[in-house]
């Protein structure tokens, strides 16, 4: 059985800030004491830049964790569908089987009770085959009382496996709508660390 898995791919390097401090030609010379304090709150600004930047790609690398566990608790659900609706199919061909044997021996014991009314009208040497006839009627009533038990359980089967092909179906579309909010929640996320770059 093919099994699929959802693999996803992040360059984080493409997200790290570089960091470069330009300076301009002075035109005036301020105090030394006004460019030191510049040159401190522009640090602490590039500082808190850097890790607002690290809790974004810690909280990327976070969702893009849970969005491969999700991809793997889906494709084990698909996996166990898969098997549910074989289970299923081979139920189905079994039901199908039954029945047209249940056909088969409803014609033979309505082939049966016709030769046996028949033979009721028949003379004396004709009663051990009346017998016989009798015996074979109620070997086959027999084995057609045992397939239709079959035929039951085998029905309740598949009813099972019905609810358990459904139960799947809405796990499953559960796991995919979880997996496309991840999706959203970590695009957001890069695009916020896109702008924050943008700004710096």
Known sequence: MEKKVC???????????IIAIHSNPLVHVNPLQSGVEAGMR?????????EQMDRLLSRVRQLEGENSELCREKNDVF???????????????????????RRELEA??????????????AAAQLASQRQRLEAECCSLCRD?????????SVEKDKQSSDSTVKKLSEELAQKNELVQ????????????SQTDLGQF
């Open 181 to 192: 909010k991840l999706q959203k929640a970590k695009e957001h996320l890069v695009e916020l």
């Open 7 to 17: 693999v996803i791919q992040t360059d984080f390097h493409q997200y790290r800030p």
């Open 144 to 152: 057609l009382e045992e397939l239709e038990n079959m035929l039951t």
């Open 42 to 50: 522009e640090r602490e600004e590039l500082k808190k830049a850097i």
């Open 79 to 101: 996996i166990r569908m898969r098997a549910e609706q074989e289970s299923l199919q081979q139920a189905e061909k079994r039901c199908v089987q039954m029945v047209q044997s």
């Open 108 to 121: 033979q014991v309505a082939g049966l009770e016709e030769r046996l009314e028949e033979e009721e009208g």
